[in-house]
């Protein structure tokens, strides 16, 4: 089973003399390997030969290697290679299975869980792993009030914490509430351990949010994961290397992970990362984007790459216009009184809905390796899709008429929207810079919104300013960005409930703002309180409805998966419900010779 934790400068020549053709290019110790624990975990996967290499690319600087704080996939492409969970997830299967733990038990009322920590487990500094670690990850960083971690809101039922006590050093007990339906998923294999003796100094100081932070020095961040941080340069490269304390050996005992390096080197842009795996430098591209598809299909007929197909996404794109009714602390209201006062009109986002080509957006962006979409899940999640979410087709207008029903349409001749107070209707749209087909699907989006008669404003971002702007600033008007999807409701909370980090319309709100936000908090807290699968997509298909009217995020395409990998790589395990389609399970990545 493998770890899963749950919504990219470089020369080219240096690249091409780091990348993986099997040379061992670790440092002195790499192939040094301690005690294992016991029992270790044997993992299902083909035995390889140790050694080498392993090139990706990304094209954000991480933010920070804190897997509590992080919050966006710059971050995580880094640290879910650093650090484990006390159980495994499968995401093809979507099972959990042995983790740090070795063996779990629940209680006849469902309530009370026993978790059986592997003897032997050490940090990659060499100290051991303990239940004490567990508590202090879930009691001190967790539930702090001060640290307020993304992951918070699917570890609680009805707002209460679950209580976690520690038994013995190997073993720790957890009590929830009431019954939590995807506990195992949420807790055993969603929850990263943390190393309390590195980090409960910085709990106590009030410092946790800037611990593990991109400006440490790699040798003192700790993590249990297949691999640690050996180098960081900004705006050139993460250099990991083994961790020769990792906890799983494959069916002949040979310790994972094969690979002595991996080496994520930072490129300008989506299209450098295309040109480094096309011209051989990098080992895996794990998203392929859909007008590189014809491309890439050439590349394989030489035999040194392999394009492969995961298939229909789980993560949708999405337009968010900003609801957030508070102020700063100077008092300035964060978004325009004017402009708010429509974006908080849920006719005004239904009509931006059925303003919106999505089929043009298709055609012209994703070569049509793409499918429309109108709701929070996709088809892809095939155990929680809803069928009957609202549709928008393209319909502009069905949107100038419930414009006009809110007072905004256009008068006295004008070619643009005002609404009654005479107000022009135009406002920023923003989505990050180095992704193209973002950019591209913003100007169709313009396109399709200026034909109405509305002034849109385009400005890409920087990647980590704008999500600088979404979570710190609330500094924005309308973004384009998309979210990943889960397998389990419950990993949405964060999302879903109006109190969460990344209800991105309206984040950490204290009480809820809409009659239909408060209804989800209610059925969100619902479905993971019963066992039973039907009564849990009840309640989940009521909250993809609610979604789909009020249109708080209006989806546009949902994309068909591609990657690639070179073929001298070995235990390829492609994915369509993991973002990194083909790496993975980078510990048990190899290379053929």
């Avoid at 920023?428 to 849109?456: E, F, I």
């Amino acid at each position: 089973m493998k770890n899963f934790i749950c919504i990219f400068v470089i020369s080219a020549a240096a690249i091409f003399c780091l990348s993986g053709c099997g040379k061992n290019s670790a440092t002195k110790d790499a192939r040094v390997n301690y005690p294992l624990p016991d029992p270790p975990l044997v993992d299902d996967c083909n035995p390889g030969i140790p050694g080498g290499r392993l090139v990706l690319s990304t094209f954000v600087d991480p933010k920070t290697f804190n897997p509590i704080t992080g919050n966006e996939q710059s971050s995580w492409d880094i640290y879910r290679l650093v650090f484990s969970p006390l159980l495994g997830s499968d995401p093809n299967t979507q099972e959990v299975g042995p983790g740090l733990a070795d063996w779990w038990t629940n209680s006849p009322d469902s309530k009370t869980w026993m978790f059986h920590l592997r003897k032997n487990l050490h940090w990659s500094d060499g100290q051991p792993i303990t239940a004490d670690d567990v508590v202090f990850t879930m009691n001190d960083v967790i539930y702090s009030t001060n640290i307020n971690p993304v992951s918070a809101d699917a570890l609680r039922v009805d707002g209460k914490d679950f209580t976690v006590t520690k038994i013995d050093d190997q073993t720790i007990q957890v009590v929830t509430p009431e019954i939590y339906a995807p506990f195992l998923d949420a807790f055993g294999a969603g929850v990263v351990i943390m190393p309390k003796h590195i980090l409960e100094k910085y709990v106590k100081e009030g410092s946790f949010n800037s611990a593990y932070g991109i400006n440490w020095k790699p040798q003192d961040i700790v993590g249990s994961g297949p691999f640690v941080i050996q180098e960081y340069k900004p705006a050139q490269y993460v250099l990991l290397a083994r961790n020769p304390y990792f906890f799983e050996v494959d069916s002949n005992g040979q310790r994972l992970p094969y690979l002595d390096n991996v080496f994520y080197s930072i490129a300008p842009d989506a299209n450098a990362m295309t040109l480094r795996m096309l011209h051989g430098e990098n080992d895996i591209d794990d998203i392929v984007v859909a007008d590189e598809y014809d491309t890439f299909k050439a590349a394989e007929a030489d035999g040194k790459i392999k394009l492969l197909e995961p298939g229909p996404g789980a993560d949708d794109g999405f337009i968010m216009f900003n609801q957030n009714t508070n102020v700063d602390k100077n008092g300035r209201p964060f978004v325009d009184p004017k402009k708010l006062k429509w974006f908080r009109e849920t006719k005004f986002r239904q009509a931006i809905a059925f303003a919106i080509d999505r089929d043009a957006i298709i055609k012209t962006v994703f070569s049509g390796r793409s499918e429309p979409e109108y709701g929070f899940v996709t088809r892809g999640n095939k155990k929680w899709f809803n069928p009957n979410t609202p549709k928008y087709p393209h319909d502009p207008a069905k949107a100038l008429e419930l414009l006009k029903e809110i007072g905004i349409e256009k008068r006295n001749g004008d070619d643009f929207l005002t609404d009654a107070d005479g107000n022009k209707i135009e406002f920023v749209l923003n989505t990050n810079t180095g992704n193209g087909m973002r950019q591209k699907t913003c100007l169709l989006v313009a396109s399709d919104l200026q034909k109405l008669g509305m002034h849109v404003i385009f400005q890409p971002l920087e990647f980590n300013t704008l999500i600088d702007k979404l979570d710190n600033s609330y500094n924005f008007e309308c973004v384009l960005l998309s979210q990943g999807g889960s397998p389990d409701p419950a990993f949405q909370m964060n999302i879903l409930k109006s109190s969460g980090f990344t209800h991105e319309w309206f984040p950490r709100q204290t009480h809820p703002s809409t009659d239909w936000e408060a209804r989800i908090d209610q059925l969100m807290d619902s479905q993971v309180k019963t066992l039973d699968y039907n009564e849990r997509k009840k309640y989940f298909d009521e909250v993809q409805e609610i979604l789909g009217e009020q249109q708080p995020e209006i989806y546009t395409i949902v994309p068909v998966y591609y990657a690639a990998a070179k073929t001298s790589i070995g235990n390829i395990k492609v994915t369509a419900m993991d973002i990194d389609h083909a790496s993975w399970n980078a510990e048990e990545l190899y290379f053929k010779k």
